[in-house]
């Protein structure tokens, strides 16, 4: 069975808005220039908050880390596991992604509180 869930054309616009998603709780975050996509992937180089590099595939599958540097798919399939988010992920690697999301959801919280007691 073919994991072709979406066109060569549709996985940027998809990259895109997961890395919109994301871009507050990141140093960068890009799709890969480099790393040739297709009709099944696409691969986006990030940086962490932590200054850690990687490359990380977007697919039907989910998302991994596939190289530990821009445009590196060197890493065997077998040892990354795949997340069903861009947040699953990044809460896997990024101590600092943890604390900077965290602090946004209790800042909205916060919000959300003042704005109900009038």
């Known amino acids: 069975m073919s994991e072709q869930v979406l066109g060569q054309e549709t996985w940027p616009q998809e ?9 507050k709780h990141v140093k960068t975050a ?7 996509s297709s009709n ?3 691969y986006i180089n990030l ?9 990380v595939e977007m697919s039907a599958s ?12 060197s890493l065997s399939t077998i040892e990354n596991m795949n997340y069903e988010t861009p947040y699953a992920l990044l809460n896997s690697i990024s101590q600092k992604y943890r604390e900077s999301f965290g602090g946004e959801l209790m800042n909205k919280l916060l919000d959300l509180a003042k704005s ?3």
């Not at 990259?15 to 871009?23: F, L, Q």
């Not at 890009?30 to 040739?36: A, E, L, W, Y």
């Not at 940086?47 to 490359?55: A, G, H, K, N, R």
């Not at 989910?62 to 798919?73: A, S, T």
């Open 15 to 23: 990259a895109e808005a997961a890395i919109n998603d994301i871009r």
């Open 30 to 36: 890009n799709i890969s220039p480099t790393v040739q």
């Open 40 to 42: 099944q992937r696409i």
């Open 47 to 55: 940086t962490t908050l932590e200054d850690s590099d990687y490359c």
């Open 62 to 73: 989910g998302f991994r880390v596939v190289g530990r540097k821009y445009d590196d798919i």
């Open 116 to 118: 109900t007691e009038g």
